[in-house]
């Protein structure tokens, strides 16, 4: 399982959402790019950077300029990056990926748009992530501002038939709360879909890691509990390496 610190962007800076609400924000002094370079250096092989002015459907020219800094700093580092937030169409994808991405998420489109979602996993075998962002039951897109008709048994059934590297489960709820994550919510996940899911939103601590890994976790995405200073990146990591 990896651990996979998250890198979320808004006016070009590094911030964190409590509950994915924009008017909930913190903002803090780590510059995107620095913030991946120290990740890196505590060990994470993989990074979460998000785009958040992009995901509302807002883009904003300093937040794609630092987001493809921090992605060309975690390729210098031997890093992976995966990059979310407003990639709805083949070019987004292409782009990020051109860029240094070795990984995309697919989020709004994934839902609102399935084709064309399914077209840029085939078009991207195993280099393509499905977000799954849920608030009491119901899917959310456009950045966590709306939520989507339909049935998430039914949506991750027909996700599982695209080529993808596996879904991204977000309770939002929980998200920047540090209250725990949705043991729960990955277990129906995995079932409903049957391929890797990662785990994001609510991890505090060490604890939280291996319980995620435990339940069957691909991977957990730590934001504001690492950026805190509440979870010792290293420590998370070489508590798994133990494991095994």
């Known amino acids: 399982m990896h651990v996979i610190p998250a890198v979320d962007v808004r006016g070009g800076r590094t911030v964190r959402l409590r509950q994915g609400d924009y008017a909930r924000e913190t903002m803090y002094d780590a510059e995107p790019s620095e913030l991946v370079r120290s990740h890196a250096g505590s060990g994470a092989r993989r990074i979460h950077i998000v785009d958040l002015d992009a995901a509302r459907g807002k883009p904003d020219a300093d937040s794609r300029d630092a987001v493809r800094r921090a992605v060309e700093v975690a390729a210098e580092a031997g890093c992976e990056a995966q990059v979310g937030g407003g990639v709805r169409t083949a070019k987004d994808a292409r782009n990020w990926l051109d860029a240094g991405a070795v990984r995309v998420v697919l989020g709004s489109v994934a839902v609102a748009d399935p084709e064309v ?15 799954l962002d849920i608030r009491d039951g119901a899917v959310l897109t456009e ?3 709306r939520s989507a ?28 709360m540090l209250g725990g994550p949705d043991l729960d919510g990955l277990q ?28 069957g976790a691909d991977g957990v995405i730590a934001g504001r509990a690492v950026l805190e200073g509440k979870l010792d990146l290293r420590s998370a990591i070489e508590s798994l390496a133990v494991r095994r």
């Open 143 to 145: 950045g966590w501002t």
């Open 149 to 176: 008709a339909g049935d998430v048994g039914t949506l991750l059934a027909a996700w599982s038939e695209w080529r993808s590297d596996g879904v991204v489960y977000t309770n939002t709820a929980r998200d920047g």
């Open 117 to 131: 979602a399914r077209r840029i996993c085939e078009a991207h075998p195993g280099r393509v992530l499905l977000a």
């Open 188 to 215: 129906r996940c995995r079932a409903a879909f049957g391929g890797p899911v990662t785990l994001s939103g609510g991890v505090r601590d060490v604890a939280d890691v291996v319980a995620a890994a435990a339940a």
